[in-house]
Nanobody, 123 residues
Framework: QVQLVESGGGVVQPGGSLRLSCAAS????????IAWFRQAPGKEREGVSCIRPSDGSTYNTDSVKGRFTISRDNALNTGYLQMNSLKPEDTAVYYC????????????????WGQGTQVTVSS
């Protein structure tokens, strides 16, 4: 059983930055894809970024390309999401999730989820 704990959310002004962390316990993440999803009020959960376990290839949804960077530190069993040039439309609860194997952007493909961390972008 994998437990995931997100941290790093908060309130930031437009154009600002935040770094989210996803700390795992219960299993090593070496063979898991790590993904970040987000859910805004009244909207469906959306896949944002994903990083593969094997070669570290990353994938980002179009709306965050060039602004968000996903990374992982297998030694620390932790994933990260660096968010720069934040916009009000990035406001959402951000969740990390992991699955064995390759990256997917469908939430139902993921077996383990964190509790979520709120990101609010507002002036």
């Amino acid at each position: 059983q994998v437990q995931l704990v997100e941290s790093g959310g908060g309130v930031v002004q437009p154009g600002g930055s935040l770094r989210l962390s996803c700390a795992a316990s219960g299993a090593t993440l070496d063979y898991f894809a790590i993904a970040w999803f987000r859910q805004a009020p009244g909207k469906e959960r959306e896949g944002v970024s994903c990083i593969r376990p094997s070669d570290g290839s990353t994938y980002n949804t179009d709306s965050v390309k060039g602004r968000f960077t996903i990374s992982r530190d297998n030694a620390l069993n932790t994933g990260y999401l660096q968010m720069n040039s934040l916009k009000p439309e990035d406001t959402a609860v951000y969740y990390c999730a992991v699955r064995l194997g390759v990256c997917k952007f469908d939430a139902y493909e993921y077996d383990y989820w964190g509790q979520g961390t709120q990101v609010t972008v507002s002036s």
